[in-house]
Each structure stands twice: as C-alpha cells, then as structure tokens.
C-alpha cells in the first residue's frame, strides 16, 4: 500500500542504551506487525520465568548478555543503586527491560505487547494491552482506546476505555461486536470485564505514551476505597500524585474517571 521497494520497519529500544534491541533488517521480509529482528550483538530472549526462554509465547524481553552499548552507570548514581533497581532487580544479572514480547517461532520476528507493568492477569491469564488494541484499533467508529487491569483483592478484572469518533457513540451493539471479536480472534479470558466511553480523551504523557500504569493505580485505589469506605470517600481521598500529572500532556483527563460508577462497583 506504500511502495513495493521501501523497507517499513518497526524497531523497539531505548533511550538509556541510545539502541534498538530489536529492529530492521533489510535482507528479511517485513511482516504486518512484527518488528523484523533482533538485533546484532543483543542476546533478545523472551522469557516467562527466569531462565526460561520460550518461542512462540508472550513473556518478558531480556537481554542475557553485555552488549556494546550497556551503560557503565548513571550520572549522579552512588552504589549504582538507581542502575541496578532499573534493570537488574528482577532477574539477577540478566538485563531486563520490562517490555512484553512474542518471538515468532515461524519468521523469528518479534511482537511487542506493551509494558510488562502494564501486562493484564485477570484469572491468572497474562497478557499484553496491545492484543486488545491490534483489534479495536480495526474499528473505524473508535479514534482511541486505552486497556487496564483494575485490582480487586489478589484478582483483577480488565477495563477498556474507548474514545469514539465524531458522530458516534459507545452503544451495546458496538460492545457486543467487540466483545465477539475478541473471543473468537483471542480467547473468552481477553474479553474485557468493562467496556467504558471515555468523553475526556485517552490521558498521553507529553512524548505521546498512552498511559496505563498510572489509570491502572488510579482505577484500582478507587475500588479498594469504595469497597472499604464507599464510593463518596474514595473520591474524597484517592488522589493522583504530581509525579504523575506532571509528565502528562492532558492530566485533566484523570478525573473522568472519578465520575465513572462503574469502576466503584
């Protein structure tokens, strides 16, 4: 649809190590969303627990070996105790970026899920936003849409937030066909638990991230208080903290989601 000649590739990085893990390769193929390689000199796996690579199933991206532009430290680092905290903590020794991937064991590509933070576990079933996103995305009634998990005691549930397009609006028609969709493509385990029109717009932080951790922490302290205390406590008392607000490019968006009973229940 582009030209038959030009190499569109996707690539995944990060500004830390100012590299791709994984990226371009013009020698290969481009698959419709895969990013092409992984990248010479990374030791990429893909891993469900540690030191348990996998192929052809989502899990975490680590890198297992040095590679040439690891950093040696941060600025200002004492003890290198922010270095380690970053990208260490979770498996020792074995960089870990906390992105969500699927290595394709057919063309050796790579599907990036989303943030492994972000990851959705409704019923013990781990999955990315970014398997629900690849199908709203195809509706042409939706300009927008941002997915996740609400924690409730040791389960969660998962929350999808729309935004519609001009002259359209969030009707039980439209969450049905979604809902199907997403059944017959995924699983019934993908199926949100809400599907939920957003007015306020999806809330981006200023380098044009969707931002899920911090709508998941919100979503879920109102819950917890609403349970507790009721619904008019939690929206007395659960606040956004300015760290967050402050990488936001439209923090107002936030509140939307005080005024949404639904995730009170």
Request: contains cysteine; glycine residues 10%; charged residues 20%.
């Amino acid at each position: 649809h582009i030209k038959a000649d030009v190499c569109l590739s996707s690539i995944t990085g990060g500004t830390d190590i100012c590299s791709l893990f994984c990226g371009a390769n013009t020698a290969l193929p481009v698959y419709r969303g895969e990013v092409q390689t992984r990248g010479l000199g990374m030791a990429i796996e893909c891993w469900i627990d540690n030191e348990n690579p996998v192929i052809g199933e989502s899990g975490d991206m680590v890198c297992v070996k040095p590679f040439p532009c690891m950093p040696v430290f941060f600025w200002g680092d004492d003890g290198n105790k922010r270095y380690r905290s970053a990208y260490f903590d979770h498996y020792p020794r074995v960089w870990y970026h906390g992105d969500y991937m699927i290595i394709n064991n057919e063309t050796g590509g790579v599907h990036m899920l989303g943030r492994s933070d972000g990851t959705l576990n409704p019923a013990g079933v781990r999955f990315g936003s970014a398997e629900l996103y690849n199908i709203v995305d195809t509706y042409p009634e939706i300009t927008d849409s941002l997915v996740v998990g609400q924690r409730q005691g040791v389960d969660e549930r998962v929350l999808m937030f729309l935004q519609m397009a001009d002259g359209h609006e969030l009707t039980a028609e439209i969450v049905k066909r979604i809902s199907m969709h997403i059944r017959g493509q995924l699983s019934p385990r993908h199926v949100p638990a809400l599907i939920l029109e957003v007015k306020g717009g999806i809330p981006y932080t200023v380098n044009g991230k969707k931002v899920e951790i911090a709508v998941k922490k919100l979503v879920s302290d109102l819950y917890k208080v609403a349970q507790e205390s009721g619904a008019d406590q939690a929206i007395k008392t659960v606040k956004t903290d300015e760290k967050t607000t402050s990488t936001l490019a439209n923090p107002e968006s936030l509140l939307q989601f005080y005024a949404m009973p639904e995730l009170f229940k």
